[in-house]
C-alpha cells in the first residue's frame, strides 16, 4: 500500500494520466506479489526515478512458493501494464514511457 502511495505521489510529477498511473498501480502490486509470502522475514525494497522514461525497482529475496500459474498471471498483467519489464537478480525493473519524453530504453 505505502509504495502504491509512493508511485502515485511520484507521478504527480508526470504528464502520465489516471489511466496509466492505475496501470502502474497494478504493476506495483503484482510485481510485489512476487516477493511477499505468509510470514516472510524479509523487507521488500522500492525505488522510483524520472528519466526520460519511469523507472520502479522492487527488490528483496523472491517468494519461492508461489504456483507457477501464480507466477505466470503476474508477469502477463506486468507486461501487459508498463512498457518493459526484466529481472535483474533479486530486483524486479519496471519501465514506463512518459509522454513527451523519449522512448523507453533499457539501461
Known sequence: MLARLALAAVCSRTALGPDELADLK?????????????????RLTFSFRIEDHLVVEIGGPPALTLAREERDLSQAIIETTVDQS?????????VKALPGRAAAHAE
Not at 526484466?86 to 519496471?94: C, D, H, K, N, Y
Open 26 to 42: 497494478m504493476a506495483v502490486t503484482e510485481g510485489a506479489t512476487s516477493f511477499v509470502y505468509e510470514h516472510s522475514p524479509h
Open 86 to 94: 526484466e529481472w535483474r537478480g533479486e530486483t524486479l525493473r519496471l
